[in-house]
């Protein structure tokens, strides 16, 4: 990985090389594309924009704090679904991915339930489990290899925009140095509550939730199946993690904080118990649980991925709830679309506002659905769960609803 200690050999854009034979009207200029976070999908744009920069000659800058390896203790596992598989393969796809032949979506205490199947759109899975630190260190791993400058700062710092690019101040082990980009990605993730506290204009929502994840092992396990199970309090979700006989899942439990507070001080045997009320007998017993952490839940979306010469992509630009799994793959397509525009039009606000412009409708379905998927099943009255058992029932006798939704979930919109 490129080190702190690079900047001073950097290819200014339009240079030739890092000693001499710049262009001077671009001299003035580190990078033509400086992207401010390298969790996945500010890796996977890094990546992207290297495979292209041979032809388009376009510089990238990539900054974090952390370094890939730190993304190994994250214990969260992320469901990518078939959509964001194809975009992602061409840089590197982690061997350890488990495919999602079939959901199951129900609701506890009500009738109703539908059940996606990979062969009803004719797709190898409709998604795919991978922990967090997994799929990082496989990205970094295809960006390490390129052209892309990889910095590591110590602390964030305020950008400041100009009429003709971005100046960002960055605090390194090496000392302090200002970058002048053209283009400044902000790629930052990060947590609902640690992004309130940044600030910024958007729908914003606390849920009232807290996560709790971890890995559970049951007796009776169905292999490449993953539950969605709609509670009063908030979804639960189990992701497989393995093979055919592998009989760990991961564990998404969302529920009112003090509850989450609660189960997070049980013993392993009573929190076992009571997630085996709460979820049903469908895959028998839980036997184990391991690696318990808890997240709090809310919902913050930009009302615009563009402000001048700087973007926002993925938990940047929204933080979603992690029903239907759609943050990481609606960031992806962020991602995959602000690399078509600048490599057809370069690191110029007209990339920006074609980008901003063909975003505009995936965010604006895929929000709004997390958003009423996520309060609609936790309002806890008989009418409205006799509704929601309906609805779900309805999606089984009306296929071009339900693949239209699931279509939706796997590759969203795109323009």
């Avoid at 996945?40 to 041979?54: D, E, F, I, Q, T």
């Amino acid at each position: 990985m490129n080190d702190a200690s690079q900047p001073a050999g950097v290819v200014q854009a339009g240079s030739q090389d890092a000693t001499g034979g710049a262009d001077s009207t671009e001299a003035s200029f580190d990078f033509d594309v400086t992207i401010v976070g390298a969790g996945p999908v500010g890796l996977a744009l890094a990546g992207w924009l290297a495979r292209r920069s041979a032809t388009q000659g376009l510089s990238i800058a990539l900054i974090d704090a952390r370094k890939p390896e730190d993304a190994l203790r994250d214990p969260r596992a992320i469901a990518v679904s078939q959509g964001s598989r194809m975009i992602l393969e061409p840089l590197r796809w982690p061997s350890d991915a488990t495919a999602i032949h079939h959901i199951h979506v129900s609701q506890r205490g009500h009738f109703g339930r539908t059940l996606i199947d990979h062969t009803e759109h004719g797709l190898p899975a409709l998604g795919y489990v991978l922990r967090y630190g997994s799929i990082v260190q496989s990205l970094a791993e295809a960006v390490r290899p390129t052209s892309v400058h990889w910095f590591q700062s110590t602390s964030a710092q305020t950008p400041v925009q100009e009429e003709d690019g971005v100046t960002l101040p960055v605090e390194t082990e090496h000392g302090a140095r200002t970058l002048r980009t053209r283009i400044l990605v902000n790629a930052e993730g990060g947590l609902f509550h640690e992004q309130q506290k940044r600030g910024g204009t958007g729908g914003t929502r606390d849920y009232g939730q807290t996560a709790l994840v971890g890995t559970v092992t049951v007796s009776r396990p169905r292999p490449n199946v993953a539950w969605e199970r709609f509670t009063d309090q908030g979804p639960i979700a189990l992701l497989p993690t393995g093979g055919a006989r592998d009989a760990d899942y991961a564990l998404v439990w969302c529920c009112a904080p003090e509850e989450a507070a609660r189960h997070a001080q049980l013993p392993d045997d009573a929190f076992l118990r009571e997630l085996g009320s709460a979820f049903g007998d469908r895959m028998g017993r839980f036997t184990q649980i391991k690696g318990r952490a808890s997240f709090p839940l809310g919902l913050n979306a930009l009302d615009t991925l563009v402000k001048g010469r700087i973007a926002a992509i993925g938990n940047a630009a929204q933080t979603l709830h992690p029903v239907a799994g759609q943050g990481l793959n609606l960031g992806l397509r962020d991602a995959h679309a602000l690399t078509d525009a600048l490599s057809q039009h370069g690191a110029t606000p007209l990339a920006l506002a074609l980008f901003a412009q063909r975003r505009a409708l995936d965010r604006r379905l895929t929000i709004r659905s997390t958003d009423t998927l996520a309060r609609l099943f936790t309002v806890d009255l008989p009418a409205l769960g006799t509704l929601r058992g309906l609805a779900l029932t309805a999606l089984e006798f009306v296929p071009p609803v339900k693949t239209a939704l699931a279509r939706q979930m796997m590759f969203g919109q795109r323009r």
